[in-house]
């Protein structure tokens, strides 16, 4: 329940968006990777621009992947405080404000390593920087489908992390000019888990 900044924040329904599931049972912002690729393509296939964007009280990407001491610009044109609260382990946690005049803040995480990202003013919102060393990441869309392009041949350990159902890690092997198809689930948790 929106019980903050109703003007701006109420302006559209807040969901839980750390477990999004599609109509069909898929995954959304299922974080995949892929171990020990050797050669292929560069981290810099990840692109320029790292943008995280605070709208309507909701952060956009909630997953964002990005590479180490690359910056991520975090932008807030709400027009109302929000702060940006990380909690690293391997990287420094940084706990600034962002009041509304200021639109533009600028962060650089130097370990990989996967960072939540939070804001104290709005509870619910909640976000991840996924700081990478390559470029074999992606994220699953809202039908819980992913792919990986430019993987050299070869037999790899795939990973597999979504926030709150956790890690696994399949094996696959890739032929040249082939695609190779992979489906996996996560088990039902108990409620006692
Ligand atoms: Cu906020």
Redesign the pocket.
């Known amino acids: 329940m929106v019980i903050?900044?109703v003007k701006v924040?109420a302006k559209i329904d807040h969901y839980d968006d750390r477990l999004v599931v599609g109509k069909d049972g898929g995954i959304k912002n299922v974080v995949i990777s892929l171990d020990s690729v050797s050669g292929g393509k560069s981290i810099d296939s990840l692109g320029t621009e790292f943008v995280l964007d605070?709208k309507i009280?909701a952060y956009k990407p909630h997953i964002l992947i990005v590479p180490v001491n690359q910056q991520i610009m975090i932008l807030n044109n709400?027009g109302?405080?929000?702060?940006i609260h990380t909690y690293g382990k391997l990287n420094r946690s940084v706990n600034l404000a962002?009041p509304r005049f200021k639109k533009k803040l600028k962060l650089t995480l130097e370990k990989p390593e996967k960072v939540q990202v939070r804001?104290?003013?709005?509870g619910w919102?909640s976000a991840w920087f996924i700081v990478v060393e390559h470029a074999y990441y992606t994220v699953t869309d809202s039908a819980g489908r992913f792919s990986l392009n430019g993987v050299p041949p070869g037999t790899y350990r795939l990973n597999i992390w979504q926030e709150l159902l956790g890690e696994k890690s399949v094996q696959v092997t890739v032929t040249a000019g082939e695609e190779s198809e992979l489906h996996f689930a996560f088990e039902e948790k108990k409620e006692s888990d």
């Open positions: 903050k900044d924040c605070q009280c709400d109302i405080l929000h702060n962002q804001c104290d003013v709005h919102m």
